[in-house]
């Protein structure tokens, strides 16, 4: 049997069901109500690039101009500035900048002991749109002073070098080499040389005894290896005596590395080269005590055909002393014996000596052989 409903009964659910209706439109209109957008301010430049020309001998800054308006429509603060390096100072508003207001960036180059083209970045920082911008400038600086710092860097007393290194990176034991450098006066002063100090297989030349002031004075140096009788890696000093007050001493330091030339070779033996083979290419002493010589064989071989000769043995430290007779050649399949005497002096602990070996094979000239130790401190 159906019930029939009551009309206030019916009316009372249609009020319900209204107002229900009207709060979800009300939160549906909320829900899409669009938000309000912050507009953003945007710097149009000028420039972004300038060329300053060239200078000469100028130590004062040089300002720098980039004009700029906001062309956004919101605001803009520039919030900071950054130059490429320490020779570049900004200066900058750091207050909003309204819709069409102008303003501009100075940067203050200090061209101080520079020289040539310079050209310098500035990386500008804003809270608009874009907000990063780069500014460039370009300069050329003529500055006898930068120039002269620049070409010779190097300073002992009050004379100026190009390079006080002389280097002779692979020099034929049998040939003859030579280099170049430059002692610049940069006093008011004549500086007179007195004399130079040479090894024996060195020469060293020049045109004048006496460097002017402002001048530069040219030095040739002539190594000749087969006097030098060594092979590997050398370092020797070049002394040169002035009267320079501040330091009348000057050093050279002289690096050579004298090397065998095997495109001498005959065809068998370039077919048929020495082969070095360590038997013993560690020898392990176990515990010993501070302050005690010991003394150490190590035992080498020549696999090849041709005869091997030994030509330098040497050591990273003074601890070591060689006997080897580098006249005797080890033929194929013969063996030498290398003797090293070890001194431990003051070395305490775990140590490894290295000791290098120089030979005439032409795939690897350069062989090591170790030596280990455990140095301790026996109380007497």
Same mark, same amino acid.
């Given at each position: 049997?159906?019930?029939?409903?009551? !009309?206030?009964?019916?009316? &009372?659910?249609?009020?319900?069901?209204?107002?229900?209706?009207?709060?979800?439109?009300?939160?549906?209109?909320?829900?899409?109500?669009?938000? &309000?957008?912050?507009?953003?301010? &945007?710097?149009?430049?000028?420039?972004?690039? $300038?060329?300053?020309?060239? @200078?000469?001998?100028?130590?004062?800054? $040089?300002?720098?101009?980039?004009?700029?308006?906001?062309?956004?429509?919101? +605001?803009?603060?520039?919030?900071?500035?950054?130059?490429?390096?320490?020779?570049?100072?900004?200066?900058?508003?750091?207050?909003?900048?309204?819709?069409?207001?102008?303003?501009?960036?100075? @940067?203050?180059?200090?061209?101080?002991?520079?020289?040539?083209?310079?050209?310098?970045?500035?990386?500008? %920082?804003?809270?608009?749109?874009? /907000?990063?911008?780069?500014?460039? %400038?370009?300069? %050329?600086?003529?500055?006898? /002073?930068?120039?002269?710092?620049?070409?010779?860097?190097?300073?002992?007393?009050?004379? =100026?070098?190009?390079?006080?290194?002389?280097?002779?990176?692979?020099?034929?034991? !049998?040939?003859?080499?030579?280099?170049?450098?430059? *002692?610049?006066?940069?006093?008011?002063?004549?500086?007179? *040389?007195?004399? $130079?100090?040479?090894?024996?297989?060195?020469?060293?030349?020049?045109?004048?005894? !006496?460097?002017?002031?402002?001048?530069?004075?040219?030095?040739?140096?002539?190594?000749?290896?087969?006097?030098?009788?060594?092979?590997?890696?050398?370092?020797?000093?070049?002394?040169?005596?002035?009267?320079?007050?501040?330091?009348?001493?000057?050093?050279?330091?002289?690096? &050579?590395?004298?090397?065998?030339?095997?495109?001498?070779?005959?065809?068998?033996?370039?077919?048929?080269?020495?082969?070095?083979?360590?038997?013993?290419?560690?020898?392990?002493?176990?515990?010993?005590?501070?302050?005690?010589?010991?003394?150490?064989?190590?035992?080498?071989?020549?696999?090849?055909?041709?005869? =091997?000769?030994?030509?330098?043995?040497?050591?990273?430290?003074?601890?070591?002393?060689?006997?080897?007779?580098?006249?005797?050649?080890?033929? +194929?399949?013969?063996?030498?014996?290398?003797?090293?005497?070890?001194?431990?002096?003051?070395?305490?602990?775990?140590?490894?000596?290295?000791?290098?070996?120089?030979?005439?094979?032409?795939?690897?000239?350069?062989?090591?052989?170790?030596?280990?130790?455990?140095?301790?401190?026996?109380?007497?």
């Amino acid at each position: 049997m159906n019930k029939i409903l009551s !009309y206030p009964i019916i009316a &009372a659910l249609l009020l319900v069901l209204s107002t229900q209706v009207t709060i979800a439109q009300k939160n549906n209109i909320n829900q899409t109500k669009p938000k &309000a957008i912050t507009e953003k301010g &945007a710097l149009f430049f000028e420039r972004t690039f $300038i060329s300053l020309g060239s @200078i000469q001998d100028k130590e004062e800054p $040089i300002k720098v101009v980039y004009k700029y308006r906001n062309i956004g429509k919101g +605001k803009t603060t520039i919030t900071n500035i950054k130059p490429d390096c320490s020779c570049s100072k900004p200066k900058w508003d750091n207050k909003p900048i309204a819709f069409n207001q102008t303003g501009e960036i100075e @940067i203050y180059f200090y061209p101080k002991e520079l020289s040539g083209t310079q050209t310098k970045t500035i990386t500008v %920082f804003t809270d608009g749109e874009p /907000n990063v911008y780069y500014l460039k %400038f370009s300069i %050329f600086v003529d500055d006898v /002073n930068a120039r002269v710092t620049k070409t010779y860097p190097s300073k002992q007393g009050n004379t =100026l070098f190009d390079s006080y290194e002389v280097m002779f990176p692979a020099i034929f034991n !049998y040939a003859t080499d030579s280099a170049f450098r430059v *002692i610049y006066n940069p006093t008011p002063k004549t500086i007179k *040389i007195l004399g $130079i100090k040479t090894p024996s297989y060195m020469s060293v030349t020049k045109d004048v005894d !006496y460097i002017l002031p402002n001048s530069g004075l040219g030095i040739k140096f002539k190594y000749r290896a087969k006097e030098a009788n060594d092979y590997g890696k050398k370092l020797d000093e070049v002394i040169v005596h002035t009267d320079d007050s501040l330091e009348p001493k000057k050093k050279f330091l002289i690096r &050579a590395n004298i090397i065998e030339d095997f495109d001498n070779l005959g065809e068998k033996e370039k077919a048929h080269p020495p082969i070095f083979e360590a038997i013993t290419p560690v020898v392990d002493l176990g515990q010993v005590n501070t302050q005690s010589t010991h003394t150490v064989n190590f035992t080498i071989t020549n696999r090849g055909k041709s005869p =091997l000769y030994v030509r330098k043995i040497f050591s990273t430290c003074g601890c070591t002393t060689t006997d080897f007779d580098y006249s005797k050649p080890i033929k +194929k399949g013969k063996k030498a014996t290398i003797t090293v005497l070890y001194s431990t002096n003051y070395d305490i602990g775990k140590v490894e000596k290295q000791i290098s070996l120089i030979t005439n094979t032409p795939n690897q000239t350069l062989h090591y052989l170790v030596l280990k130790a455990n140095i301790v401190y026996t109380k007497k």
